[in-house]
């Protein structure tokens, strides 16, 4: 009888010690509000340590408009909320160094901190998904 109880006792250890390691603090989820508003960020290629653009996106109700330092248009990109990350696919838009031809940018971007997102992104072809024309990385701050 000795040996069923140690063997419950272990096992009850065990159980405590693998919920206490699943156990992880969650962050707080990324909200609408915390969304909306006016945004400047910096896109860096991922091989690189220089900043290769610099952007302001006015966001809000699931759609930001972009807007690249040196272009004239701006770019809507739709984005949805999961958790403490946004995800974003823009709309078609021509490239600016090569004529006639349309991109599409997708992101990926998750809280740091109040205020501050951080993400990767990709530039592909706008006809074909899978043709990656750069990765980049995006450091957002929201303007108060």
């Known amino acids: 009888m000795a040996l069923p109880v140690r063997r419950l006792y272990a096992h009850a250890a065990w159980l405590l010690v693998l919920l206490a390691a699943c156990r992880a603090d969650t962050p707080p989820t990324l909200t609408e ?63 600016r160094s090569r004529p006639g031809v349309l991109l599409r940018d997708r992101w990926v971007v998750h809280r740091t901190a109040p205020g501050r997102l951080e993400g990767i992104g990709a530039t592909h072809l706008a006809q074909h998904d899978d043709s990656v024309v750069f990765r980049y990385r995006l450091e957002v701050v929201q303007q108060r």
């Open 33 to 95: 509000a915390e969304m909306t508003g006016t945004w400047r960020g910096t896109i860096r290629l991922l091989d690189r340590d220089s900043v290769f653009g610099r952007f302001v996106d006015v966001c809000g109700a699931g759609v930001c408009r972009g807007l690249m330092d040196g272009a004239r248009d701006t770019v809507r990109f739709d984005y949805q909320l999961a958790g403490d990350s946004a995800t974003a696919v823009s709309s078609a838009f021509p490239a």
